[in-house]
């Protein structure tokens, strides 16, 4: 079953042209991930399928329903979450408080107790700082903390923005084997990265994007690493 | 040498009424980011919708809250989504203009439907004063404003510390567009915060009519307290503005007593000047 399927989608940011003609689908019990360099758009892609962005033309459908036409505040009551680039955690609110505002949404408030408890189990550090304020965590930790607050909003589909961004090694693959936590537990999830290599290894299907346009997608291990090359540069 | 305490403690408590003046100016800043103009009208407004109820209903100035309370909070909200939400993330001209705008209809409607004698909220409460063991005195209704001062400011903290609106307003001033990803709708969040910074200034509004006298133009003068006690105790600090209450109310009535009542306001003013210059962003303000 798709959970997500864009088609056509042109975006404009700022009289230029950002994304066009961008199709992709995410089935049920998939890891997708969307590849490219900075600039090829995914950043735009990820904020028009959240609602931040609207598209000029195009549609976006989320479990058979629109959202393309939909605010940021309403996609996420449908099930869709998004982990955001560059983490954005709430620096003056606690690690517990960030957590909290995660079950904002009415369907997940009723469950907080107990999504509180999956994220301490997945995140032990975020338990031991949950009276700390956001701004005091590492980079390492936000991550943690923004995938936590994600998870509490009891998400279908989890899409992660770039989190291995100026994280150490180790830190990276702590985190790839909480994104396959997350999916055994039934999320579908959408990885965007920079990261090529870690990434295609996780991913069932995958999608590079370069300057807008998607260049290659299928399977990942069919891909040659002279066609991903290819896509990525666009040489 | 005690009685020369009697200038600190009224400045104390008066202090107290100074700081919820403050709050509402605080809190529209701490989230929005703007400058609410029209602060100081909405304050007198409620003294005047108080002045109503009292002369109506012959309700005691402190009852008249039942009445005022919501009635300045449904027009603050009504404010929010129709006027200052048309300009949310434009910047702050736009808003600035609107808020100045909306102060000087204000203003001149009260002018024009209450005329311009002077008014008061009649009661006991401002004749009586406490006899503080024979050596200085304490006017009751200082106690009234530092009380209800310590009241509202308890209640914001709870509010701000305990409940989802509470997190979703310092969401929504730490990170917009992450507030928005958590299902926060940010134009009712804003209409909220609002709402409650417009109760805080019936709340002081109706606190200043019992207090003092009140003009259909009195609203620039507390817009100035207020101002003054943000900028001393810390732009988006709940504590902050209590601790900025305080010590322009200390400055004031101290200042006013050593150098002569004439000095009182230069007192308060020229302590806020030495904190805009030692600490700009106030005592317990943000970067």
């Known amino acids: 079953m798709t959970m997500l399927e864009v088609k056509n989608l042109d975006v404009y940011y700022g009289g230029f042209q950002a994304l066009t003609d961008i199709s992709l689908s995410v089935e049920r019990d998939q890891i997708v991930s969307i590849l490219g360099s900075n600039g090829a758009g995914k950043s735009t892609l990820l904020e028009t399928i959240s609602g931040l962005l609207k598209p000029g033309s195009g549609c976006i459908h989320f479990n058979g329903g629109k959202i393309d036409h939909l605010g940021p505040h309403e996609i996420v009551q449908l099930g869709l979450a998004l982990v955001p680039e560059g983490r954005k955690i709430f620096s003056s609110l606690t690690v517990l408080e960030n957590l909290l505002i995660g079950s904002y949404i009415p369907v997940a408030r009723r469950t907080k107790d107990e999504q509180l408890q999956n994220v301490y189990e997945l995140f032990p550090r975020l338990q031991e700082r949950r009276d700390q304020l956001g701004s005091t965590l590492s980079g390492g930790e936000q991550q943690m903390l923004a995938i936590g607050r994600a998870l509490m909003s009891q998400p279908r589909l989890i899409i992660f923005d770039e989190i291995s961004l100026g994280l150490s090694p180790i830190m990276v693959k702590h985190l790839y084997q909480t994104v396959n936590r997350i999916k055994q537990k039934g999320m579908v999830v959408v990885l965007v990265e920079q990261d090529v290599k870690r990434s295609l290894k996780t991913a069932d299907f995958a999608y590079i994007l370069q300057e807008g346009k998607i260049r290659l997608k299928g399977n990942p291990k069919d891909f040659t690493e002279d066609e991903v090359k290819k896509a990525y540069f666009g040489l | ?287």
């Open chain 2, 1 to 287: 040498m005690l009685a020369s305490l009697e200038p600190l403690i009224n400045g104390i408590l008066l202090g107290g009424l100074y700081a919820v003046i403050g709050i509402g100016l605080s809190m529209i800043f701490g989230i929005m980011r703007q400058v609410n103009l029209a602060h100081g009208e909405l304050m007198i407004l409620s003294s005047y919708f108080s002045l109503i109820f009292l002369q109506l209903l012959g309700l005691h100035p402190l009852l008249t809250f039942l009445f005022v309370l919501p009635a300045i909070f449904i027009l603050g909200y009504l404010i929010q989504i129709f006027l200052f939400n048309r300009v949310l993330e434009k910047g702050m001209e736009p808003y600035l203009m609107i808020s100045f705008g909306l102060s000087i209809i204000l203003q001149n409607a009260m002018l024009l439907i209450f005329t311009p004698d002077a008014r008061t909220l009649k009661t006991s409460l401002v004749i009586k004063s406490l006899n503080v063991f024979d050596l200085f005195h304490v006017p009751v209704i200082y106690l009234v404003d530092f009380a209800t001062g310590f009241l509202v400011f308890g209640i914001l903290q709870l509010i701000m510390k305990k409940t989802y609106l509470g997190w979703a307003i310092r969401a929504s001033s730490d990170n917009l567009t992450a507030a928005k990803l958590m299902g926060i709708n940010s134009k009712r969040v804003y209409a909220l915060a609002m709402g409650i910074a417009v109760i805080t200034a019936a709340i002081s509004g109706v606190l200043v009519g019992m207090t003092f006298t009140f003009y259909p133009h009195s609203g620039t003068q507390y817009l100035i307290i207020a101002f003054g006690v943000v900028i001393i105790g810390g732009l988006g600090s709940l504590p902050g503005t209590f601790l900025g209450g305080l010590i322009l109310g200390i400055s004031q009535l101290v200042g006013g007593r050593i150098l002569g009542p004439g000095f009182q306001l230069l007192s308060g003013y020229i302590i806020l000047l030495i904190v805009l210059t030692i600490r700009p962003q106030g005592i317990l303000g943000r970067k």
